[in-house]
């Protein structure tokens, strides 16, 4: 097992984004001419032209071209055929078909390979070993194609292009785990795997609840789990002396030379990446950058406090509470914006729904790494989904109902409900609601004057607390039931309007 060919690649692309950090307006304008060379939605000749002349959308208004797609133009939007879609799995609801382009593959890569090749620098104990990344299957039927179109890549591999066989090397998979459609068997399975790996060095996923889930499922079934080490269950080849090694749950005991965690933990993913962290016995953590099905758009750097922009792998543009747009170069340290991205897939001036926030310079931090050149590029910190709930004209955003979240001593989560008639339920991962909870939320809520007005006229009723013990395993559940995959599924602050009947029934 070698991280040799991943390693000289990742540093490849890591130093290939010195001159963008140089010059950040400049290597913007480079990533705008490949995506306007991509799209056949335009052929803006400049920036000005491209503002003027494509409008900002959401991804409604891309479905008349994604339509398009799915019947046989494979054109509708690149000049380049895409050679699949994906499905989003995001925190708001509704699927949607992203269709991907070898470009777009393309500027995944580079901005994973530029993340790799920092941590592999700052850390090369990490490569001797072997790294656990959140592969996880979709739990559910596989996908029928969507016209002529497979659904999926049908590997994660896929991203990294040739370098797909060499980061097989250094990645703990197996397949039976994809013949697996039960979670329960898929945990045991999942956790086996990775329990065979004493030298296990990286963990890598998205949610962080998802790596608390299988510690959970490892001290509350550590037998069974064991036991599908010892004897190779679901597949798996039996390994019943390391079955034997075995006498603590604690990550520090079981995988001595884990180097590095990583997982979300912005926005709505602070707290359970903070529970996360709590439980990994001084195993270094880093915080993710914002990647979505549509595109990569931040990549960390180890001892930065905020990822920076992946100005290669995607155009962007910000918007700020006043509506003005602005350019990576001219952001102001401590403001949020809307994040606008074009991209080589075919989505121009795409409204994505998330909201970041400028964390100011990083030359400080960079300039110990031998980067003093980024001077001036800020950092970005996902700050939560700019898209809200509005049943009266309230406009709550995920980012103040975080606020108002932040202090409870449980996970919560805000839920619109309609019925019997419109307000918000606060729902409690616990059995007993904590004092004086609904009283601290509601509080915080009145501080938006729409809300405090919507209760004043009774407009909205007023809050109510639910006991929702097992809270995450049901809102994971749910959206499994959906086709998220497993990976993908984070606890969002706030749903969407009515999807507490969803979730429910």
């Not at 299957?137 to 292009?161: C, H, K, M, N, Q």
């Not at 990775?194 to 060095?201: F, G, N, Q, T």
Request: charged fraction near 20%.
């Amino acid at each position: 097992m070698t991280w040799a060919g991943v390693t000289e690649a990742a540093q490849d692309a890591l130093l290939s984004h010195l001159p963008a950090f140089r010059d950040p307006k400049q290597a913007q304008l480079w990533t705008l001419s490949r995506v306007i060379g991509q799209s056949t939605l335009t052929d803006a000749r400049s920036l000005d032209e491209f503002r003027a002349t494509v409008p900002i959308r959401s991804y409604d208004d891309f479905t008349p071209w994604i339509d398009r797609i799915a019947a046989g133009d494979l054109a509708a939007l690149t000049h380049e055929a895409p050679v699949a879609f994906e499905l989003t799995g995001g925190s708001s609801g509704g699927q949607k078909r992203v269709p991907m382009t070898t470009s777009l593959l393309h500027d995944f890569r580079h901005g994973l390979l530029a993340w790799f090749g920092d941590f592999l620098a700052a850390d090369p104990d990490i490569a001797p070993g072997p790294a656990y990344f959140a592969i996880s299957p979709a739990l559910t039927e596989p996908r029928a194609p969507i016209g002529s179109l497979p659904v999926g890549l049908g590997s994660d591999l896929a991203y990294f292009g040739d370098l797909a066989p060499t980061m097989a090397q250094v990645l703990l998979y197996h397949p039976a785990l994809d013949d697996l459609s039960d979670y329960d068997d898929w945990a045991l399975a999942t956790l086996a795997m990775m329990l065979s790996a004493p030298d296990l060095r990286l963990i890598s996923v998205w949610s962080p609840s998802f790596l608390t889930g299988l510690l959970d499922v490892l001290d509350t079934q550590t037998e069974d789990v064991l036991a599908t080490l010892h004897s190779g269950a679901y597949g798996l080849p039996p390994n019943p002396e390391r079955a034997r090694e075995i006498h603590s749950t604690d990550p520090a005991d079981l995988w001595p030379n884990l180097r590095l965690i990583s997982a979300w933990a912005d926005a709505s993913s602070a707290r359970p990446a903070a529970d996360l962290h709590a439980r990994l016995s001084g195993i270094p953590f880093q915080p993710k950058g914002l990647l979505a099905t549509e595109g990569l758009f931040t990549f960390p750097l180890m001892g930065l406090p905020a990822p920076l922009p992946a100005l290669r792998s995607a155009f962007f543009e910000f918007r700020d509470v006043a509506g003005n747009m602005h350019l990576v170069d001219a952001l102001e340290p401590g403001e949020s914006y809307d994040l606008i991205v074009s991209t080589t897939g075919g989505l121009l001036r795409y409204d994505i729904g998330d909201r970041v926030i400028c964390e100011g310079p990083a030359a400080p931090h960079l300039a110990t790494k031998g980067i003093a050149a980024a001077l001036g590029l800020p950092m970005l910190r996902f700050s939560g989904r700019g898209a809200g709930a509005d049943l009266v004209g309230e406009k709550l955003t995920e980012a103040f109902v975080l606020k108002a979240l932040s202090q409870l001593p449980v996970t919560a989560i805000l839920a619109p409900v309609t019925i019997p008639n419109a307000g918000y339920e606060l729902w409690l991962d616990t059995e007993t609601v904590p004092q004086n909870a609904l009283a601290h939320v509601e509080a915080t809520l009145r501080e938006n004057p729409q809300y405090a007005h919507a209760r004043a006229l009774g407009q909205l009723a007023p809050l109510r607390s639910r006991p929702c013990p097992g809270l995450i395993d049901t809102y994971v559940k749910h959206r499994l039931s959906r086709g998220a995959r497993l990976s993908d599924v984070k606890t969002p602050a706030l749903l969407k309007p009515d999807a507490a009947r969803e979730i429910w029934g």
